[in-house]
């Protein structure tokens, strides 16, 4: 069974930094690309960044360009996202996908 999961979501102030990280199973991690995507509330889903299946090359919304960092450790399954400088608008319950499968998602909330 494929399962995907994220985890590492949290409360932080404006200016602040999380990690989250998304962990696979059930199929060949290392051969997919993976991706990020958040939601905030009364909002579409948006693709945040995305990941090959070798951690290079990656991609970006412009938004978190160069504030977001994705990575990958394909022997323990996950990849990370780093996020940093965290601004309001970040605020979003933050999902991850491989294989075509959706994790439930985790709630990043940036507030003072």
């Known amino acids: 069974q494929v399962q995907i999961k994220e985890s590492g979501g949290g409360s932080v102030q404006p200016g602040g930094s999380l990690r989250l990280s998304c962990t696979g199973s059930?199929?060949?991690?290392?051969?997919?690309?993976i991706e990020w995507y958040r939601q905030a509330p009364g909002n579409e889903r948006e693709l945040v960044g995305w990941?090959?299946?070798?951690?290079?090359?990656?991609i970006y919304l412009g938004s978190v360009k160069d504030r977001f960092a994705i990575s990958r450790d394909n022997a323990k399954n996950t990849v990370f996202l780093q996020m940093n400088t965290l601004k309001y608008e970040d605020t979003a319950v933050y999902y991850c996908?491989?294989?075509?499968?959706w994790g439930p998602g985790t709630q990043v909330t940036v507030s003072s």
């Open positions: 059930g199929f060949t991690f290392s051969n997919f690309p």
């Open positions: 996908r491989g294989y075509g499968v």
């Open positions: 990941v090959s299946s070798s951690g290079a090359p990656t």
